[in-house]
């Protein structure tokens, strides 16, 4: 069979129970040892077998093991001495390196060959076999949000439907705090085997190491992009009561008095507050931004409502329920066309050419995850942005996914930062006067 070693380990039998149990191998080994007990059984109450016959038809017990079930261990034959236990397996060759390299022997039709096979045995790492075995266990997905937030819904929908794809359990973690910096620690710490996932809202990659001059881990280095869930189109909002029909009245109005308006965000820092600096700074229309405290919306909605603010900058996500019930009314959405669902709203650019802001979340993985991990999960997630009934379930919820390859995604983050840490940098350059 292509692709296959035959080895002979010479070790105890825990030692190499330890190391197959690693590769989720040891149920089939467990298997084979008791089909080769069964079949000893039964050879010796074979009548008119003459005992050397019985002996070596023992030996040769065990028998195949599906390939298809197992990936790893296929046939195995135990050979015992006073000394020593030795295994004789028949492994795919990138089982080779879960086994003590010290007791290996690399055997050949014609006799044994050296370690210097081991060589053959690394080039097959990557083999048809490793790919089609992920995932073999679930895969962790640690989101930058806390429960209930966008990004771990969002998170939790896709976490469903990749293991419906793909065949296992995908179990969302929560760490929040610091901007993404606790969640993307822990999936950068964690071994890049495809088996820890971070689900990442883009301030991680826009804010978090624009705003801070030393951080322990490298974004850009240090995490491997698959996909994109969504994006998260920006609204520009005003309380239903005020007679003001679309953003370009609003502009026009801030100008005529300019201390009157005052624009409300969530949180200071965040994408919603950056959308707005950058909307006051490209219009230069006197409107004060206030930002209130991370987790404030409800407080930035009751003001708004109250007329306190006469605007406010959010995420679809958070207005849609104040927006569906006729308590505010859109202006504009930050997006670079209109939405299917929402066609009369128009966009900022209609207003101010060019403008568009709207945040986003991504999968990534640990750099160094292996290449068959990441194509078959970004595969999976390209086939779920597709899928009708997850778009509309995301729509709801203000998200629009966006199919992105690795590539892409990597470029787009590049370009993201490019736009934004400007901002972010004079925002923070700001909040130290």
């Known amino acids: 069979m292509k692709g296959l070693v035959r080895m002979r380990v010479r070790c105890s039998p825990v030692l190499l129970r330890l190391c197959l ?69 028949l492994v ?63 998170a939790r929908i896709f976490a469903d439907q990749l293991g419906s794809a793909l065949g296992q359990q995908f179990v969302v973690e929560n760490r929040a705090g610091g901007t993404g910096l606790l969640a993307a620690q822990a999936t950068i710490n964690a071994e890049a085997d495809g ?28 995490l491997a992009p698959i996909a994109l869930f969504g994006e998260l189109p920006q609204v520009v909002a005003v309380s239903s009561k005020l007679d003001i029909p ?24 965040t994408f919603p507050h950056l959308t707005a600096k950058r909307l006051v700074e490209v219009t230069k229309a006197p409107i004060t931004i206030v930002p209130y405290a991370a987790g404030g919306t409800s407080e930035v909605m009751r ?17 849609k329920g ?14 670079r066309a209109r939405l299917p669902n929402f066609p009369d709203w128009p966009t900022i650019a209609e207003t101010v050419p060019g403008f568009t802001a709207v945040g986003w979340s991504a999968l990534m993985a640990p750099a160094g995850t292996p290449p068959d991990a990441v194509a078959a999960l970004s595969k999976a997630m390209a086939t779920i942005t597709e899928n009708e009934g997850v778009r509309n379930r995301l729509a709801d919820l203000g998200t629009y996914p966006r199919t992105l390859s690795p590539s892409d995604l990597q470029a787009f983050i590049l370009e993201e930062q490019k736009n934004w840490w400007p901002i972010v940098k004079a925002n923070a350059a700001q909040g130290k006067q």
């Open 21 to 89: 149990r690693r590769h989720g191998a040891l149920p089939y080994w467990f298997s084979a040892r008791v089909a080769q007990r069964e079949r000893r059984r039964k050879v010796s109450s074979v009548r008119g077998m003459s005992m050397p016959k019985r002996q070596a038809a023992a030996r040769a017990g065990g028998g195949p093991v599906s390939p298809s079930a197992t990936h790893c261990i296929l046939t195995t034959t135990i050979v015992r001495s006073r000394r020593r236990t030795t295994e004789l397996l």
């Open 92 to 154: 795919p060759a990138w089982s080779c390196l879960a086994l003590p390299w010290g007791s290996i022997r690399m055997l050949h039709r014609r006799g044994f060959l050296g370690l210097s096979a081991l060589g053959l045995a690394g080039s097959l790492f990557e083999s048809p076999a490793y790919a089609a075995a992920y995932p073999a266990r679930p895969v962790k997905m640690i989101a930058t949000d806390p429960p209930g937030a966008a990004i771990d819904v969002v």
């Open 195 to 222: 088996y820890t996932l971070l689900a990442a809202a883009g301030s991680t990659f826009i804010v978090l190491p624009a705003q801070r001059e030393k951080l322990p881990i490298d974004v850009n280095r240090d």
């Open 246 to 269: 679309n953003l370009g009245a609003l502009l026009a109005l801030a100008n005529k008095e300019p201390e009157r308006f005052f624009c409300g965000t969530n949180g200071s820092g």
């Open 303 to 319: 003001d708004v409502l109250g007329e306190r603010l006469q605007l406010v900058i959010s995420s679809l996500s958070a207005l």
């Open 322 to 335: 104040l927006i569906k019930s006729g308590d505010l009314r859109v202006l504009a959405i930050a997006t």
